[in-house]
Every structure is written in C-alpha cells, then in structure tokens.
C-alpha cells in the first residue's frame, strides 16, 4: 500500500504529466471526443481543475470543523456540460490545475501528524481521515492522467 509520501509525489507530478501529454497537440485534438459518451481532452483538464477545487474544500472543512459533512462532488458529465468545457481553453485550464494543485501541496505540506488523522464524511464513502483523503486525490489524479492518455491517442 503506498504512503502519504507517495500519493503526494503522484499529486506533484500529475500537472507535468499532463502537460507532457497535450503537449505540441493541435487545438482540434484537445477538443475532439474519442467516443460520444468519452471527453475530449480539453474536458479532463477543466475537470481535473474543478475537481481541485472541490478537494481543496474538503481539505479546508476538515481542518476547521470537528468532523464535517462534505458537500457532494457533483455529477461530472452534468458540469461538463454546464460548465461548457468543449469551449474551454484546456492549456489555460491545466495552467488554473496547476496553480490550484501547487497550493493544495503547500497546504498538505503543512500538516501536523495529528492533522492526517482528522475526518470528515464523505456524502458516498464514509468518514474518512485526510490521509484517506489525499489517498483518493490520488487515485482521481491517476484515473485522468490514463482517461486522458487514451483520448490523446483517440482511444475512449
């Protein structure tokens, strides 16, 4: 099983791996679906950006509240469509991933022992402790670095 130490190196190198894997590639590309019900790669990205956020929310509730309810994630298909993530710029939406990403780090970096230890409940998993937390930050980035790969490569 890995370590907070190596989800965090994951967390770390999720925006240079992506950028390695648009990089040089047409807009046309970043914006063409590999499937009908797959995203196009531009729509990762400004999901990997949103998500961020949401991650760095519950972070934030945990730390300051005694075991707080997280508010539910959303439904992804529903903000890519809303959120119209095919007319987004996915190099200027890495780039927010990024900056949000390097601040959620500092953030981690942070913590106290005691802090890893902190939960909060999931509206799906459960209560969960930070370190379960960053363990499924993780596990996300890891999901949507491969999603993205194959949509580069016009793979589903």
């Not at 999901?47 to 707080?68: A, Y």
């Not at 802090?115 to 209560?127: D, E, F, I, L, V």
Request: overall charge negative; hydrophobic content about 35%; aromatic content about 6%.
């Amino acid at each position: 099983m890995p370590t907070v130490e190596e989800h965090l190196a994951t967390l770390g190198k999720t925006p240079d791996e992506l950028a390695r894997l648009i990089e040089g590639a047409p807009e046309a590309r970043l914006t063409t679906r590999p499937a009908p019900d797959a995203w196009a790669p531009t729509e990762i990205l400004c999901h990997l950006r949103d998500t961020e956020e949401s991650f760095s929310t519950r972070l934030s509730l945990t730390l300051d509240n005694d075991d707080p309810r997280w508010p539910p994630g959303g439904d992804a298909d529903r903000w890519a469509s809303e959120r119209q993530y095919l007319r987004c710029d996915g190099r200027l939406a890495l780039a927010a991933f990024a900056r949000r990403r390097a601040e959620s780090l500092a953030r981690l970096g942070a913590l106290t022992p005691e802090q890893w230890s902190r939960t909060g409940t999931h509206p799906k998993r459960g209560k969960m402790t930070i370190r379960d937390l960053v363990e499924f930050w993780a596990w996300h980035d890891g999901n949507h670095v491969a999603q993205l790969a194959r949509a580069m490569r016009g793979e589903p």
